[in-house]
């Protein structure tokens, strides 16, 4: 394939073959090789022919196969000149993200206690598939709906906890009348738990940190924190599932057509379009819920094992940040603004300094990137920069390398668990025999995808942070 180097980390094709705009990927030559081999580079040319695309079709440097879309796609569609949108640029598990958390608490405190906060953690988080926590129906329909200021109310979490997240923790135009029956069902008794897969509650030590965004954002080194991974469970897999369906019996009445059946798509202004947007907004507030309590139940056990209150603890919200939503923004196009349609599926929101979708107190900074490894090995928060070449979107972590019948297939879950605890990392899984499909030597050098953020200016260095604790599904 005639893919050619147009800059430093900066890979592109150009349109053929019905191809609307050029595909475009970031990657260093050997993380641009690993998206050739696993085909993932097919699909970025694929979704270069989504009907409005605009700019190019693009993936961050973490790329790897996925469903429809690649992971770590990008594509913008303008809304007033027949753009679509396609739930394979969203994923299964919508509103999938990351929440990050400080404390009060220095490596000496996690030397003395760090066996109790483990033993805590694992007996107050649920994991696994189909486990949950809360089973109340009532919040579960408050949640669809107002997403983590329902359960705020409930009493879990702090005021501030809105302040520091995306959207302040409810996706707009959420329209909980398009969740199936069936959909509500699997939620209900899953909000508050972490699921399965690649799905974690990691505690973190604050290696290194890079200029003056990291106190800006609450980090210094040796800082204790806690990053959890996860979204929507099963509400958001059967939201995305019911969607497709109607989407690929829709596609021939907008006289759509797409090279992959997984592309199926829309116009956003379309009947179809809109329940698209108000099922995923509504799937999106149960995941900024989720999330929010698991940071309550987090806060809960470090308060047990330190024998203190919650308050005590000092753990604030660095920030929560999606990484599996289409939004609709507005962004700067050959000279005019337009309205688009921003699909990110695996790829990180990374505005930068002065965006009015930040909160007051990240004006200055630009807002904070979080950027999980695999397990066992390093995490990073990097922040949004000026200049942003992807409609202000960065990685979303490391990628796989291997699928996960192949990793089992490696090492045992045991012989990792052993890894791991030997590399002074605390291992709480749901299952033992499922670490291995997690194992680091699955996944890309975090690192090197960082690496390629900072050069290509999809966003900048604050913090490097290493694990040393994990509760897994």
């Known amino acids: 394939m005639d893919w050619r180097q147009i800059g430093t980390d900066v890979w592109e094709l150009e349109p053929r073959d019905g191809m609307l705009v050029p595909a475009r990927i970031y990657a260093s030559q050997e993380l641009f090789g690993k998206a050739e081999s696993d085909r993932a580079s ?22 790897h196969w996925g469903y429809g879309f690649p992971i770590g796609g990008v594509a913008a569609t303008d809304v007033e000149d027949g753009g679509v949108v396609s739930p394979g640029g969203v994923g299964f ?9 400080t404390s009060g608490y220095r490596l000496s405190d996690w030397e003395a206690r760090g066996g109790q906060v483990m033993d805590e953690l694992s007996r107050r988080i649920p994991r696994g598939l189909g486990k949950g926590a809360i089973a109340d129906a009532g919040l579960l329909k408050a949640v669809l709906e107002r997403g983590a200021a329902a359960v705020l109310e409930a009493g879990f979490g702090t005021p501030r906890d809105l302040d520091r997240c995306e959207e302040r923790g409810t996706s707009s135009g959420a329209d909980p009348g398009h969740i199936s029956e069936k959909a509500f069902r699997r939620g209900r008794g899953q909000l508050g738990s972490l699921g399965a897969g690649n799905h974690f509650l990691e505690v973190q030590l604050v ?25 929507s ?23 759509i057509s797409v090279p992959d059946r997984q592309l199926a798509c829309v116009p956003v202004d379309s009947p179809e379009g809109e329940r698209y947007l108000g099922a995923m907004a509504a799937a999106a507030n149960f995941a900024w819920a989720n999330r929010h309590v698991l940071a309550h ?7 047990v094992a330190f024998q203190t209150v919650p308050e005590a603890t000092e753990m604030d919200l660095v920030y929560d940040v999606a990484h599996n939503l ?53 995490s990073w928060v990097l922040k949004g920069v000026d200049g942003n070449p992807a409609f202000g979107s960065a990685a979303h972590g490391a990628g796989r390398v291997l699928s996960r019948k192949k990793a089992k297939a ?64």
Do not use: W
């Open 207 to 231: 290696q290194r940190v890079f200029g003056e965004a990291a106190s800006r954002f609450g980090l210094e080194e040796g800082m204790v924190c806690v990053m959890i991974h996860c979204g």
């Open 233 to 255: 469970r099963g509400l958001g897999h059967q939201t995305c599932t019911d969607q497709l369906q109607t989407m690929a019996s829709a596609m021939a009445k907008h006289h």
């Open 93 to 101: 598990d919508i509103c999938c993200g990351v929440r990050l958390l």
């Open 42 to 63: 097919q699909q970025v040319m694929n979704v270069a022919h989504l009907p409005g695309i605009v700019s190019a079709s693009m993936a961050m440097p973490d790329i």
């Open 297 to 303: 139940e987090a806060r809960a056990a470090f308060a």
């Open 410 to 473: 490696r090492q045992s879950g045991k012989t990792v668990r052993d890894d791991l605890e030997s590399a002074g990392v605390a291992v709480r899984p749901g299952s033992v025999a499922l670490l291995s499909e997690e194992a680091p030597y699955a996944y890309k050098d975090v690192d090197a995808v960082i690496e390629v953020c900072s050069r290509t200016t999809l966003a900048e260095k604050v913090a490097r942070l290493i694990p040393l604790g994990v509760v897994k599904g």
């Open 326 to 378: 289409a939004k609709i923004e507005t962004h700067l196009i050959e000279g005019h603004q337009r309205k688009l349609c921003v699909h990110r599926k695996g790829a990180t929101r990374a505005f930068g300094p002065g965006h009015p979708d930040l909160a007051a107190d990240l004006m200055a900074s630009g807002q904070p990137v979080l950027v999980p490894g695999s397990m066992g090995t390093a």
